[in-house]
């Protein structure tokens, strides 16, 4: 936990001591941009996630996932990747924390080339063990499944969501099975300026799991600012969000803080 708090006060400490405002009109296109998973835009997210009260002994874990997201524009359709590669401490007793990189999801939406308020995106999702402690911060399993976008502007306005399913395929025979689902939806209303408010709740069920303990479903806001650091464009998010559903051990709230670079 000390390492990554470290690495992420660092990080913050670096956006607030080199940020300088962006130009008011093109923050507010590159505001909308960062907002739609499906912008034909290269951008490099790193989001930190704080989640408290987890495990039997109430401890806060700590999440930073790797977002690189890589759009091939094309004619009539638009191929965008996105991988996440978690990097993870996750508590192991009363003061005892496991770090390293967790299982990575790599992305890929298809979407047709439109400039309507309306666009959406559907692909495979594949899932690689590539956890450093297969036991402790990964699933052991190799998976597949699909995942899907919608989006919409209009205005000041921008919504839609993002899911997807995946179930394993291969890997420790000796392991759980993954038949795990995810679903974020998001609307943001922007104020000007780069500004903007929202919420962008990660809701998960684990298929696998019994009844009670399927389901993490959170509720909270977020707010964002694009701004730059040097000459690089980037967006600034802060949110925080409480777990009106969750398993038993599960986080009871997260602070999540995202550092996202910009490529328009």
Known sequence: MQIADRAIASLIMAAALFANTANGQDADAL?????NPLATMTTLPLQANWNSNVGPNDRTSFNLNIQPVIPIPGEKWNVITRTIMPVNSVPSGETDSIFGIGDTLFN???????S????WGVGPVIQIPTATNPEALGSGKWGAGITGVVFYAKGKWTMGAVASNIWSIAGDSDRADVNFLTVQPFI?????GGWAIGSAPLATANWEADSDNTWTIPLGAQISKITKIASRPVNLLLGYYDNAEHPDGGAESSVRFQLNFLFP
């Not at 943001?188 to 000007?192: P, T």
């Open 108 to 114: 890929v939406y298809f979407s047709p080339n439109s």
């Open 116 to 119: 309507g308020n309306l666009t």
């Open 188 to 192: 943001n209303y922007n104020l000007g």
């Open 31 to 35: 505001a909308k941009a960062a907002q």
